[in-house]
């Protein structure tokens, strides 16, 4: 007889747009509006995805968006 091996919980690797907005809050410390959210995906600078009409934020993607957003203003 063969086993069936027990199945873990996920963990969480993407955001809807208010779990987004709340994750840079709690972690970055930043206030993101979710029109400044809109603005970054219509350019290309916040990669996402539509599942059933919702936007999606792959966890990494946000904390390469934060951490290239930073570096930007560093330049200037």
Known sequence: MSTIPAFEKPVKQFLNLES???Y???I???PISKISIYRAVKSGSL???KVNG???FRIS???RWIEGSSEKKGDA
């Open 47 to 49: 990669p996402s995805m």
């Open 24 to 26: 840079t809050r709690q």
């Open 61 to 63: 993607d946000v904390e």
């Open 54 to 56: 919702r936007l999606l």
């Open 20 to 22: 987004l907005i709340e």
């Open 28 to 30: 970055y410390d930043l």
